[in-house]
DNA sequence: CTTAGCACTTGAGTAACTTGAGTGCTAAAA
DNA sequence: TTTTAGCACTCAAGTTACTCAAGTGCTAAG
């Protein structure tokens, strides 16, 4: 009880607690000598700490991994945010990934931290469709489709004049031999076969097979959203601008960040401090829940904020929106996949 | 002598300089007390100022401006930085966008600053082609190219089936209605009759016209790119977030830093602290320089930082990027016009 | 017009002191 | 055995006083 109260404490005041003042707001009446008491055992469990010498405790990361654990109960969410969060995602979407871009700005406003989304995704995506569309005299739109629907496309200019008929060859080359492989696959050919291949239809097939490459890893790639970037200024309390811009930096790696928010898991994760796998976060908390989209694959949504925050109000706020944004998505699937 | 003297000592050290400091520097043997009594005068003319009733002088918003019309001489660029320009921009870009985004973040790596650049464009482009390209059982994309190039596109899903006879149809009304007009025409067209006429052919017009819409604006909207935007967490002194926010909201709004960047002008501008448009600037200063890309229209390059930055520096290293980038471009089209 | 000299101003840094919130420990009370 | 009152002790943070160095303006002499 003491634990908890103080964590709650401290994480709504970020001064550290003393034991007069929890005393005075314990649920039964024991004076402020007994707490310190209970203080000095919890201290001694390595759950709580001083600042120095003589100050109030805060609580360890070790403390808050047992608060987390054990003691904490996700706030009810409160009907405003339920209806801003339903609100929000009402809107007719065209593509989904606006909606998961949308959450990720959603999730960071009501929470005034910074948060990630992650779009549902099966295992491996399989490429179902390549095209290459003359759009003028010299360019050329590559466009690639997988089987989960995600379209990635990119223009290129040619330098020596190619016909109708190579570009349908090139075309027929990566549709007869590649449609139906993993990307993965498709971009190991990319690296061995491929490009030989494509040689005999085209004279320089350097710019094709770049673009070709470059729209493959866009669509290999995971579909990671950041809403929320500038807040990380008012909840990180360090000056360091080096720390700051590693910080920026790492948020823009979605391959970094993926090794950040860590295994799905039907629970609401939360990593505390320097639990967390990179050491850049060491003084902030992830909230990493998994949301399932139907048969439609897990997408994951996050939410990075300070260690001293209050992780009753954000847990429960995680987990509401986790559910909105799977039920958001069910419908969409269904609308589309009537 | 003296108000040139006490602009490059600021700007270099961030310190007030003092009479004694600035005695010993000058050319000429004159005693600190010498020294006062000018700057008495500069002062009373309103080009420098002092922090507190005994401090050393820093250069006022007028001594800058002073300064940058009447004194500074660009520093030579150095052969190192000018390796890197060119080298920056030679590799093989196979879009122009590539090339001016590539710019900005060049020069806020070789500055330390925040830089800007915007594509040189034509006053008015205009559509010259509007396809869609169906993709799958449900998903289009729509495809806009401008006169100059640009090229636009978006992927949606469509709810109703939709032949392929029926996207020709619209493809063929807007192609023989639209094409060849200005971008803001199109856009004009498409809130009064194009919504009836396409109705004749689709029987949920609404998701098609607002792609189409979505694609207009993009492709109308000034191409803009912003490098180092970390950087103005070193620059800035302002420890306030609020402040840093509404930056970097600035910066992301592109109509809003077309105002800021101001007219195109032959000669670089520097914007200096008061001076600038936007209050919100008023502690830093913005080198603007305006390249000319042969017959394609003019872009902007511009350069943000304090505005206690080392002008003569700056206005080199711009001037000379302006000419690098301008002759890139040049480049860049003959290879593609030919 | 320039310069030496001097009294004066001020921010910045340092040391000394005060205050208040909080602790641990002891011994008495429950 | 547990709880509590009491008390001496600790420490950060704020305040005050003081020193120092860099700089100024002004005056009078060169």
Redesign the interface.
Known sequence: MILKAIVRDYTSSGVPVGSKALAAQLPMHVSSATVRNEMAALEELGLIAKTHSSSGRIPSVKGYRYYVDHLVQPDPIKANDIDIIKSSLEG?F??IDEIIETSAKILSNLTSYTAFSLKPEHKQSRL??F?L?P??K??V?A?L?TDN?D?E?Q???I?TKITGDQLEAVVRLINDQLIGKPLDEVLASLQSDIPMQVANYLQQP??FL??FGDVLTQAAQDRFYVGGR?NL??FSDS?D?DE??SL?TLMDHSDDMADVLGQPSDHIQVQIGSEMTNDILRDYSLITATYEAGDHGKGVIALLGPTRMPYSRMIGLVGAFRQELAQRLIDYYR??DQ
Chains 1, 2 share one sequence.
């Open positions: 007719q065209l593509k179902s469709g095209r569309v759009l003028g010299r360019q739109m466009v489709v629907g379209v496309s223009t290129f200019n330098t350097e710019g770049k673009v500038l200024l008012n000056n601008v700051l811009k920026y609308y589309f």
